[in-house]
T-cell receptor
Framework: DVKVTQSSRYLVKRTGEKVFLECVQD?????MFWYRQDPGLGLRLIYF???????EKGDIPEGYSVSREKKERFSLILESASTNQTSMYLC???????????????FGPGTRLTVT | GEDVEQSLFLSVREGDSSVINCTYT??????LYWYKQEPGAGLQLLTY?????DMKQDQRLTVLLNKKDKHLSLRIADTQTGDSAIYFC?????????????FGAGTQVVVTP
């Protein structure tokens, strides 16, 4: 079974703190993604990575950065946490998709981050 | 840009059929997906449909695709309390080569006894 794990299920941080969210996958997937999930807004893509040390901005990258030093690990960094970054953060991974084929993103359980 | 829309809430009685609807705007969408999120968990793929199909059935799940109207639906037959979850519609278009999805806001399904 594909497994995507996230370092914490719940996290409480103070405004201005630097926050690291870690994600690890065990299926040798090329792609990894970070989303945030907010009620009524669904999943919004923050950043994704298609290879080690490679990253691309998603739809809402402001206030976030990422790091991918090893293929299995993708970190999301909040340089200076703010209250509007209180959210559920979901990590996902997938193989690099063949052009004309369905494929699946596999999700971790999520980290609920509260910034006070 | 691409947009995927769903209604936010659906209440259904146990044993009845549930129908969750989704509309999308990207005419280049090739694959459309339904994911399920149970409380406190990540998303799990339920099923997907290729854009050249109009129906797909998998046990209690039936997916209908109306490509002309860009409308996708998920029907759950004989809905059970374990079907209470958030259901996300997602699409992947041909313009995206990275494998990115565009997700809807999710439909909260509550199954009542």
């Amino acid at each position: 079974d594909v497994k995507v794990t996230q370092s914490s299920r719940y996290l409480v941080k103070r405004t201005g703190e630097k926050v690291f969210l870690e994600c690890v996958q065990d299926m040798d997937h090329e792609n990894m993604f970070w989303y945030r999930q907010d009620p009524g807004l669904g999943l919004r893509l923050i950043y994704f990575s298609y290879d080690v040390k490679m990253k691309e901005k998603g739809d809402i990258p402001e206030g976030y950065s990422v790091s991918r030093e090893k293929k299995e690990r993708f970190s999301l960094i909040l340089e200076s946490a703010s209250t509007n970054q209180t959210s559920m953060y979901l990590c996902a991974s997938s193989h690099y998709p063949p052009e004309a084929s369905a494929y699946e993103q596999y999700f971790g359980p999520g980290t609920r981050l509260t910034v006070t | 840009g691409e947009d995927v829309e769903q209604s936010l809430f659906l209440s259904v009685r146990e044993g009845d059929s549930s129908v969750i609807n989704c509309t999308y705007t990207d005419s280049s969408s090739t694959y459309l997906y339904w994911y399920k999120q149970e409380p406190g968990a990540g998303l799990q793929l339920l099923t997907y449909i290729f854009s050249n199909m109009d129906m797909k059935q998998d046990q209690r799940l039936t997916v209908l695709l109306n490509k002309k109207d860009k409308h996708l639906s998920l029907r759950i037959a004989d809905t059970q309390t374990g079907d209470s979850a958030i259901y996300f519609c997602a699409e992947r278009g041909t313009t995206d080569s990275w494998g990115k999805f565009q997700f809807g806001a999710g439909t909260q399904v509550v199954v009542t006894p």
